[in-house]
């Protein structure tokens, strides 16, 4: 386990929200291992930010950067108007809540939420007030006389969020906080997440590999690739016009399709599954081919079928039968098309 904590020292509930803004960010851990190449990011003050990305594209080492845990090989990073870049982690104003909780064991829960405000001298009264909000709102009320080893890996992560939000910092960075909760506890803690951001207008910086996780938070979705931004902008906007054949793989699974087979100009056509209709209509674009496999989403099936030499991918009711041949339509202003480098032509 990793017992990396950054206490926030100067961070306090009547902070004003603060921007956080990268500069032509790269990191290089060797002379040919990038993990970052040329980041130019701004986080709004008050908005939620999504970093999401495929494992290694460098999400992590981005938040480190701006938690001051990792120093930029070059480029420089601002809080506010402050320049953080060479600046100690204690000393930036942030709280980060890390995939492995690093939490205190011999305290208990109660203590270790209890710590940062310790540490800045809030008086007891207020520490025992905002410790039970913050417990209440994480449904930890219970198990705050627990010691961590006494408590499941959920309960952990809920303490280890609890004692960054103690704080009401002004920039809150969170690296996949919700990782190891299972998928109900998962939904309602995002929920409840945005809620609490929204109440406190803390600025967040939340990395995360899930798509559905990264729509339902993000105000500003940022989508990495290999150390760089593939693409930036509200969350609606990415989803709905993609501007490259990865992003529109990587969000929503969109069907990618060779366009010269089907009879269009060469490139990418991109399809989403569920903008395919079963059967024909006049004008529309229709595959069709044999069912070769499918995937049970719960209310819903993805059904994998052939068209010609490529694979394609359909929504159907659960409940249906699963047919041996699919035949569907799209309609043309459904098609995202894509260059033969894998960008966007045109507006959707
Ligand atoms: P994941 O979702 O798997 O956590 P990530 O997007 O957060 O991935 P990073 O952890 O930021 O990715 O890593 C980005 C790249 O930098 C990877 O190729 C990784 O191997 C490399 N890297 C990260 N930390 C180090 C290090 N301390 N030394 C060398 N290479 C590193």
Request: charged share 20%.
């Amino acid at each position: 386990m990793t017992v990396t904590t950054v206490a926030p020292v100067v961070t306090t509930a009547t902070d004003r929200p603060t921007q956080v803004r990268c500069n032509a960010i790269t990191k290089a851990f060797s002379n040919d291992t990038f993990a970052l190449r040329g980041i130019d990011l701004h986080c709004p003050a008050g908005a939620i930010t999504v970093l999401l990305g495929p494992s290694g594209c460098g999400k992590t080492t981005l938040l480190r950067c701006i938690a001051g845990l990792e120093t930029p090989s070059d480029g420089n990073i601002h809080l506010g108007h402050r320049d953080v870049t060479h600046l100690d982690p204690r000393a930036r104003g942030v709280a980060m809540v890390f995939q492995n909780y690093g939490l205190y064991p011999n305290k208990s829960a109660y203590g270790n939420i209890e710590y940062p405000l310790r540490r800045a001298r809030v008086p007891k009264k207020q520490r025992q007030a905002r410790i039970e909000h913050v417990a209440n709102m994480l449904r930890i009320t219970h198990l705050l006389d627990r010691k961590p080893a006494q408590l499941s890996g959920g309960q952990r992560q809920r303490v280890g969020i609890g004692r960054a939000l103690v704080r009401e910092p002004a920039v809150l960075l969170m690296d996949e906080p919700l990782s190891s909760l299972d998928a109900e506890l998962r939904v309602s803690m995002r929920t409840e997440l945005r809620a609490l951001q929204r109440k406190l207008g803390t600025t967040m910086v939340y990395v995360t590999h899930d798509q559905a996780e990264a729509l339902a938070l993000a105000d500003q979705l940022v989508v990495l690739r290999d150390g760089h931004i593939e693409q930036i902008g509200e969350p609606a906007e990415v989803f709905t016009s993609p501007s490259t054949t990865f992003v529109a793989g990587f969000l929503g699974a969109m069907n990618l399709l060779e366009a010269q087979p089907l009879n269009l100009p060469p490139g990418t056509v991109g399809i989403r599954p569920e903008d395919l209709i079963r059967g024909t209509s006049p004008g529309d674009l229709t595959l069709s081919g044999p069912v070769v496999d499918t995937d049970l989403t719960g209310t819903e099936r993805l059904v994998h079928f052939r068209c010609g030499q490529q694979t394609a991918r359909i929504r159907i009711r659960a409940d249906e039968p699963v047919p041996t041949e699919i035949t569907a339509h799209v309609r043309a202003d459904r098609i995202h098309h894509f260059d033969t480098d894998g960008n966007r032509i045109g507006e959707r």
